[in-house]
């Protein structure tokens, strides 16, 4: 069974860094896109970034220059380095996984707070 487990979220003061992980296990087949999401203003997850199998990454506009998304393919890993953090990037964020073939791998999420 493949599970998905973020963890790094927690409370930070606005301008503050954080490093979300999100790690796989019981994955079997390969990874082509490892990717962020968090809840958009209408209730649906949107996607802030994203990394594929030759390391291409996009950005959501609302994080392009502040946060980076890195890989570790051995360990079936995928990071969230966030800097320069707003209050309004505060949110619950998770991390998805699509293999090559078959449905999406989501993981539950982990809870982002940008206050004083």
């Known amino acids: 069974q493949v599970q998905l487990v973020e963890s790094g979220g927690g409370l930070v003061q606005p301008g503050g860094s954080l490093r979300l992980s999100c790690e796989a296990s019981?994955?079997?087949?390969?990874?082509?896109?490892w990717a962020w999401y968090r809840q958009g203003p209408d209730g649906d997850r949107e996607i802030i970034a994203s990394i594929g199998t030759d390391d291409s990454t996009r950005y959501a506009d609302s994080v392009k220059g502040r946060f980076t998304i890195l890989k570790d393919d051995a360990k079936d890993a995928v990071y969230l380095q966030m800097s320069g953090l707003k209050p309004e990037d505060s949110n619950i964020y998770s991390c998805?996984?699509?293999?090559?073939?078959?449905?999406?791998?989501w993981g539950r999420g982990t809870p982002v707070a940008v206050s004083t």
């Open positions: 998805r996984a699509d293999p090559l073939f078959g449905p999406s791998y």
């Open positions: 019981g994955i079997t087949k390969k990874i082509k896109v």
